[in-house]
C-alpha cells in the first residue's frame, strides 16, 4: 500500500500520533500547537481530551496543515480518536488523513491479550462516508484472521487496485514496551526518567522500533505567555534522525508533551503547545 511520501506528509503522520496523549493533563482539555516545518508555521493540532468513568481517556486530535512543496500546494487534515486505560494501556485508535486526493485510514485495537492493527487507502473522500467507515472498522477486526500476511475479502470493498491492498498485523503486548500515544505515561510510571533502551510500537506505520534516549536536564519553555518547567530528552532510533521531546506534570500529577521536533527526510518539523485551558 502506498501512503504519501512527502516529508511534510511523514511529518505530520508521525506527530499526529505522538501528540495525541498531550491532554492527559487533565480530566477534560482543550489545548492547542503549532506546528512549524523548516521554521515556517504551517498549522495547528487541536486536541479535544475527555475522561471515561473507568479512569481511562478519549481523544480526539484535529490537525490541518496547509504549505507548499516545490510547486505543489499542499492541504492536509487529520482526524484521530483514541482510547486508553488509566494506565496507559492502548484500547483503539483510529486516524483518517486526507491529502486532498487520497485518504488514508488506519485503526488498531486490543483484543484478546493482542493487538489488530489494519491500514488502507480509499479512493477518494466522498467514496466512503464516517459512517460506513465505523461500520467496516468492525467487520475489519471481526472478521480478519489471524496470521500477518493473509488475504482479507474486505479489501475488495476499499480498493480496485491489487498495488493498494489493506495490509493487517498482529501484535502481543510483549512486542513493545510502549505506544508513541502513551510515552508521557510511561516516562511517569518509571518516575519521569527512561531506560537507556526500550521499543516503542508506531501505530502509524505499524512497527515496532528500539529507541535508546538520552537526558538532556530541566529547563523552562516559553510558549507566548505560558511557563513550563519541562525536562528535555533525545530518542534516537538506528541510524534515522533523532527526536527531542520536553515532557511537563500539570498540577494534577499527570505528564504530557510540551514540545516535539526532529527532522524527516530533510525537512525539519517543530511543535510546541501555544494554548491550553
Known amino acids: 500500500m502506498a501512503f504519501p511520501h512527502l516529508p511534510v506528509c511523514k511529518a505530520l ?16 482539555a482543550q489545548l492547542r500547537y503549532e506546528v512549524q516545518l523548516d521554521g515556517k508555521p504551517v498549522g495547528t493540532l487541536d486536541l479535544d481530551q475527555r475522561a471515561n468513568a473507568d479512569g481511562g481517556y478519549r481523544y480526539k486530535l484535529t490537525t490541518r496543515i496547509q504549505t507548499k512543496f516545490f510547486l505543489s500546494k499542499i492541504d492536509i487534515r487529520s482526524n484521530l480518536q483514541e482510547t486508553v486505560t ?17 485518504t488514508y485510514w488506519t485503526k488498531i485495537e486490543h483484543s484478546d491479550g493482542e493487538y489488530l492493527a489494519f491500514a488502507a487507502q480509499m479512493k477518494n473522500q466522498q467514496e466512503i462516508e464516517n459512517e460506513e467507515l465505523i461500520g467496516l472498522a468492525k467487520e475489519v477486526v471481526a472478521s480478519v ?12 470493498i476499499l480498493l480496485s487496485d491489487e498495488k493498494n491492498n489493506p495490509k493487517h498485523q498482529r501484535l ?19 518516575n519521569r526518567q527512561f531506560p537507556s533502551s526500550f521499543r516503542i510500537l508506531d501505530t502509524e506505520n505499524m512497527s515496532v522500533f528500539e529507541a535508546k534516549t538520552e ?32 515532557f511537563a506534570t500539570a498540577n494534577s500529577g499527570l505528564a504530557y508533551f510540551a514540545k516535539f521536533k526532529g527532522k524527516e527526510d530533510g525537512t525539519a518539523f517543530n511543535i510546541q503547545i501555544i494554548g491550553k485551558n
Open 13 to 28: 503522520a508521525a506527530v499526529a500520533f505522538l501528540f495525541s496523549s498531550a491532554s492527559i493533563a487533565a480530566s477534560e
Open 172 to 190: 502481543k503486548p510483549d512486542h513493545f514496551d510502549t505506544t508513541l500515544i502513551s510515552l508521557p505515561l510511561f516516562w511517569q510510571r518509571n
Open 86 to 102: 488509566k494506565t496507559g494501556l492502548l484500547l483503539e485508535a483510529s486516524n483518517k488523513l486526507s491529502d486532498g486526493k487520497k
Open 145 to 156: 484472521v489471524p496470521y500477518a500476511g493473509e488475504t482479507m475479502a474486505v479489501a475488495e
Open 215 to 246: 537526558y538532556l536536564g530541566a529547563k523552562h519553555l516559553s510558549s507566548g505567555d505560558l511557563q513550563i518547567p519541562v525536562r528535555h530528552y533525545r530518542l534516537q532510533a538506528g541510524d534515522g534522525n533523532p527526536m527531542d521531546i520536553w
